[in-house]
T-cell receptor, first 113, second 112 residues
Framework: QKEVEQNSGPLSVPEGAIASLNCTYS??????FFWYRQYSGKSPELIMS????GDKEDGRFTAQLNKASQYVSLLIRDSQPSDSATYLCAVNIVSSSGDKLTFGTGTRLAVRP | DARVTQTPRHKVTEMGQEVTMRCQPILGHNTVFWYRQTMMQGLELLAYFRNRAPLDDSGMPKDRFSAEMPDATLATLKIQPSEPRDSAVYFCASVRVTDTQYFGPGTRLTVL
């Protein structure tokens, strides 16, 4: 089982709709969770971080975390064509050598005008 | 506007040649990560350093890859000899303590 799993997509939604991106992780001890956005040919950029169970909202983005189910999601409201990108879920894994991020393979989102 | 810088941005080389990639982390960031990204494997952690000391390089093929941080402003990733399967985008990222990771623009490596 992969440490962080995402549906590769593509997820296609019409402009103005809600896009829902999901991620599951295997390490029950993980405490920090991140969503990165990566445009084609560019580097990943952080858009949301979440540390506690529940929802965290930032503009059109809402991150949701359920540690009991080992599940984290990202909702994008009022999706825009400029949101079309690959979204990477990242989980902080604590090991004897320190903590490091483990990334999922990403979900490609396409927003149709 | 502080940024992680990487050089070169693109590198095309022939199998068997040595490749060196460089990264300048954001000033004040004490942890540096090297990642490799391919379509098939996604973003994989190769190695990382904290306060210039290597913490984990378990993701790196030891026989051909080496990573160093000769000073706080420079991290290097070397491949010798390079192979076609090393073709990928290599990202460097830096972080201050346990804060957000900031990624550099990447080095796109093609090994023929």
């Amino acid at each position: 089982q992969k440490e962080v799993e995402q549906n590769s997509g593509p997820l296609s939604v019409p402009e103005g709709a809600i896009a829902s991106l999901n991620c599951t992780y295997s390490d029950r001890g993980s405490q920090s969770f991140f969503w990165y956005r990566q445009y084609s040919g560019k580097s990943p950029e952080l858009i949301m971080s979440i540390y506690s169970n529940g929802d965290k909202e930032d503009g059109r983005f809402t991150a949701q975390l359920n540690k009991a189910s080992q599940y984290v999601s990202l909702l994008i409201r009022d999706s825009q064509p400029s949101d079309s990108a690959t979204y990477l879920c990242a989980v902080n894994i604590v090991s004897s050598s320190g903590d490091k991020l483990t990334f999922g393979t990403g979900t490609r989102l396409a927003v149709r005008p | 506007d502080a940024r992680v810088t990487q050089t070169p941005r693109h590198k095309v080389t022939e199998m068997g040649q040595e490749v060196t990639m460089r990264c300048q982390p954001i000033l004040g960031h004490n942890t540096v990560f090297w990642y490799r990204q391919t379509m098939m494997q996604g973003l994989e952690l190769l190695a990382y350093f904290r306060n210039r000391a290597p913490l984990d390089d378990s993701g790196m093929p030891k026989d051909r890859f080496s990573a160093e941080m000769p000073d706080a402003t420079l991290a290097t990733l070397k491949i010798q000899p390079s192979e076609p399967r090393d073709s990928a985008v290599y990202f460097c990222a830096s972080v201050r303590v346990t804060d957000t990771q900031y990624f550099g623009p990447g080095t796109r490596l093609t090994v023929l």
